[in-house]
């Protein structure tokens, strides 16, 4: 891929998960997070960092209420349903990011993503790499599990993975198509199959994704810059 500054960038925002873990009945990225529904800031934030526009990818029965939060930015954002797995969500996204030559794809799960972040994952891409995740160190001690017992490993060579991931839009599209139904944890892991090299740009711990009741509280503290 040549590197010029006027790529098209498209940002896909995964948003059909469920909220089950967070004890919800609304899906998690619809939660409103200091009065703003997480998929509107996750959505905000790449907009903010260079995405020239966002495809929201939400629940089936959720389309409509999601395009409601969009209505000021029907130029920008389309909504569409997703599938069953968060692969299959990127992959109904990734037909509609049209002429995009780079793709992000973000968790809406992620809504306090600083749009430095974006704008970093996007300029790594424009320079050349194929395919960039934002990493940031791993804090805690780390242990294998070895049947009934456990055993230390080296922290220091392992990295936490965040979005939103990068890519040339046609590998992603290459990526996908040689997935077919294996399940990946990530689009990274997904272009790493077919040896596209993964390239990492440092993260930021506000990138951290929503997951527990706790990390709602520490999201809305944040965000009432109470913290
Ligand atoms: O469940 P988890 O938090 O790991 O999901 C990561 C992101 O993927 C979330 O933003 C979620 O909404 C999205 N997702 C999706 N489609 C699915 C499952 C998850 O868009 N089928």
Redesign the pocket.
Known sequence: MTSHGNQEVAAIV????SGVRLGHESP??AIEIAGIPMVTRATQAMLSGGANKVIV?APEAWTERFGQFFTHYVDRVRVIA?????Q??VRLGLAHIGSAEIVLVH???RPLVPPFIVDRVIEAVREGAPAVIPVIPQVDSLRRIRRSWTVAVDRSTFLRVQTPQGFDAQILRQAHAHAGDKEYTDDATMCEAIDVPVMTVPGDSLAF?I?EPMDLVLAEVIARGEA
Request: net charge positive; hydrophobic share 45%.
């Open positions: 995964v948003a059909a998960g998690k990225a990818v997703g599938g069953l797995l968060r299959d969500s968790d809406a799960a994704k997951t």
